[in-house]
């Protein structure tokens, strides 16, 4: 059973871990994957300027390095006892994360999601990504909630 745990360093996203490493040791799993999406940049000029200009200018490896420190960042600061499970860090960027998830999600059997909803109306719907994963995936996918979810 492959497992993936979608994360986007919010308190569902930690959640979301813990579910996804008792889910990987209920199936005698030894690795999951934490997955990343970083919102690729795109210019926001309405008429895109010379690149010489610097201002439309965006430098993907840049971004990409800066959403690995980030990921790295916030695992290593996550309280949670990984024990023998191996967790491979995988960062994409993607204009659309809830599509980049679901073109993903044909890879796994499971993919752990975070709830995310706060306020008044938390339990009315899911998040839009949340939801058009659900609806999307070629895999389970598990929403895990909790109190102050």
């Given at each position: 059973?492959?497992?993936?745990?979608?994360?986007?360093?919010?308190?569902?996203?930690?959640?979301?871990?813990?579910?996804?490493l008792?889910?990987?040791?209920?199936?005698g799993?030894?690795?999951?994957?934490?997955?990343?999406?970083?919102?690729?940049s795109?210019?926001?000029?309405?008429?895109?300027?010379?690149?010489?200009?610097g201002?439309?200018?965006?430098?993907?490896?840049?971004?990409?390095q800066?959403?690995?420190e980030?990921?790295?960042?916030?695992?290593?600061?996550?309280?949670?006892?990984?024990?023998?499970?191996?967790?491979?860090?995988?960062?994409?960027?993607?204009s659309?994360?809830?599509?980049?998830?679901?073109?993903r999600?044909?890879?796994?059997?499971l993919?752990?999601?975070?709830?995310?909803?706060?306020?008044?109306?938390?339990?009315?719907?899911?998040?839009?990504?949340?939801?058009?994963?659900?609806?999307?995936?070629?895999?389970?996918v598990?929403?895990?909630r909790?109190?102050?979810?």
């Open positions: 059973m492959r497992i993936a745990v979608a994360i986007d360093a919010a308190n569902g996203a930690a959640r979301a871990v813990r579910t996804a008792e889910e990987a040791r209920a199936h799993e030894a690795a999951i994957d934490v997955i990343y999406v970083y919102r690729a795109e210019p926001l000029a309405a008429f895109p300027s010379y690149p010489q200009k201002r439309d200018q965006v430098d993907p490896k840049v971004a990409e800066r959403a690995t980030a990921l790295e960042a916030w695992l290593d600061g996550l309280d949670v006892d990984f024990g023998g499970i191996e967790v491979r860090r995988i960062v994409t960027g993607a659309n994360p809830a599509r980049a998830l679901v073109e999600s044909g890879d796994y059997d993919l752990c999601l975070g709830a995310r909803r706060t306020g008044a109306f938390r339990d009315l719907r899911p998040t839009v990504v949340s939801e058009q994963v659900v609806r999307n995936a070629q895999c389970s598990l929403i895990s909790g109190r102050d979810a």
